[in-house]
């Protein structure tokens, strides 16, 4: 038995037939040679590996009367033809038909009598590839989490590996009884007391640093105190979904960066910004003032192999009321380095695991009763939109003895936030997935398409071509820009 954290449990109670708590991700794969059923390759290999990624044989076991957060338990059998679902597109098979697809696929909630995860083997895209949806609830783990489960169930060469004996992972089989979950509860009631008496002093110093670096480390101004400014992403959402992907080179954006000396996450908030502002002055709907990203944060500790979640955030300003990319890009700079500076000081300090009597029935409570009301329209808005980079696989994956060419993560919207951008650094790219309310955003792939654009506008400022090859070279020299690579199969469909 392993009881979840509250973290981990949050994902459960904030959870509704609107807010689905799952995370995903959109592979294409190119078939190996020869004769290839990717639904039985792919379904035989996650059946061998399954004893591999604890999170995926494992199902949820309430406390007595719901007084504090689930465990997780082994589960009796997996049903794998309902863990590894088989679909095809019709005719022509189109990235528009699939976005479509996953689009319906990500507004289903998983069934919680059963292990958290679902994937999808799609074929019939004209390309020739076919498309791997997998979808995994929060509450088993974090996007670090889901790339090294991912990677345990695919390969790093064309031939799979054999799986790990079963002897050498060892899984719990006999379930708790009734007294001994209780029992359980009220111990981590007050282990939770303890511990919070013991760290008061370390996090009255954490927030006394906090207070400091706000008025004096970068200058205190009222305006840091306001709201973000509403936008149409900071209402209630519905139960739909809308679903886009782009994807720029990172040679490219490693080379625009250290031009400006920016980082990855700096080009991709700066652009992210441009295209926001551009997306909402064509409606007539862009604030005066900046909007306001909010950005998760892992805490996991390098070499952390565990499922659980292990992630903060911040929230930052993303320039979308100026114009001029570069001008854009150092005031992110400026925001995203005080809101550093400010998860310094609390980092240490930020509780992980937290309860309190009633917890999954309270808190189930109130999210469903925010969801319902309209709560999420007048409240003034803390972010606009959610932006998160998760770190993937530097090389090639396969799976079954498949390539995948391209690895489009697709997240959560919800109340007050619609339009959630999750990207992953896949190889030579940065693949982008935006997941938002249909109804408040149902045109989001434009929103992708102005992400590559302001890329290009940014990566133009900071490196314009040169016009005399002759000419001698500056103390700094600029390097030509090359031509945005994206994803072979999101290429083929743009064409």
């Known amino acids: 038995m392993q009881k979840l954290s509250a973290m981990d449990a949050a994902f459960l109670y904030l959870e509704t037939p609107e807010t689905p708590m799952h995370i995903a991700g959109l592979s294409i794969c190119e078939p190996p040679d020869g004769e290839h059923n990717p639904y039985e390759a792919f379904k035989s290999q996650i059946a061998a590996r399954l004893h591999e990624v604890p999170s995926f044989h494992r199902i949820l076991m309430p406390t ?3 007084i504090d957060h689930p465990s997780w338990v082994n589960a009796d059998t997996v049903d794998f033809d309902y863990h590894v679902r088989h679909a095809a597109l019709p005719k022509p098979g189109t990235v528009d038909q699939l976005r479509s697809l996953i689009e319906r696929l990500h507004s289903q909630p998983l069934d919680r009598e059963r292990p958290l995860w679902q994937f999808h083997v799609i074929e019939g895209l004209k ?7 997998t979808k995994m609830h929060h509450a088993c783990l974090d996007g670090g989490g889901g790339i090294m489960a991912m990677d345990i169930l695919s390969d790093r060469e064309p031939v799979p590996r054999p799986p790990l004996p079963r002897a050498q992972i060892p899984i719990q089989t006999q379930r708790p009884g009734f007294f001994e979950v209780l029992g359980s509860a009220y111990g981590s009631f007050l282990q939770q007391q303890v511990r919070i008496l013991q760290s008061m002093p370390t996090m009255a110093k954490a927030l006394a640093d906090t207070v400091k670096l706000t008025l004096e480390g970068q200058g205190f ?20 979904r809308a679903y886009g992907y782009t994807a720029i080179d990172i040679k490219e954006a490693k080379s625009v ?6 980082t990855i996450n700096d080009l991709v908030l700066a652009c992210c910004g441009g295209a926001l502002r551009r997306y909402l002055a064509a409606k007539q709907q862009l604030p005066k003032d900046s909007l306001v990203a909010g950005v998760p944060v ?3 500790e390098m070499g952390d192999t565990s499922n659980s979640n292990q992630v903060t955030g911040v929230a930052t ?3 979308s009321n100026i ?6 890009l150092r005031h992110v700079q400026t925001s995203m380095g005080r809101e550093k500076q400010k998860l310094g000081a609390l980092k240490d300090v930020i509780p992980r695991d937290l309860s309190f009597f009633g917890a999954p029935l309270l808190a189930t409570a109130l999210a469903g009763a925010f969801g319902k009301s309209e709560v999420a329209n007048a409240l003034p808005a803390y972010v606009n939109v959610a932006i998160s980079n998760v770190p993937a696989a530097r090389r090639h994956l396969y799976f079954a003895g498949a390539k995948v060419v391209g690895y489009f993560p697709v997240s959560i919207p919800y109340h007050g936030c619609a339009l959630n951008i999750t990207l992953h650094g896949y190889v030579d790219r940065l693949d982008f997935g935006l997941t938002a309310c249909r109804k408040a955003v149902p045109d989001v792939q ?10 290009k506008a940014l990566r133009n400022a900071a490196l314009p071509r040169e016009t005399d090859a002759t000419a001698a070279p500056a103390a700094k020299p600029k390097k030509p820009a090359r031509k945005a690579a994206v994803a072979k199969a999101a290429a083929s469909a743009s064409a």
């Open 64 to 66: 007595p009367f719901n």
């Open 221 to 240: 101004e009222l305006k840091n105190l306001k709201p973000a400014p509403k936008t149409p992403f900071n209402v209630r959402i519905g139960a739909q």
């Open 298 to 300: 892992s805490l996991r």
């Open 323 to 328: 114009e001029d990319p570069i001008e854009r």
């Open 317 to 319: 300003d993303i320039g």
């Open 446 to 455: 434009q929103i992708a398409d102005l992400i590559l654009d302001e890329f």
């Open 257 to 262: 960066g250290k031009h400006l000396d920016a």
């Open 127 to 133: 390309t020739g590839h076919f498309a791997l949806y």
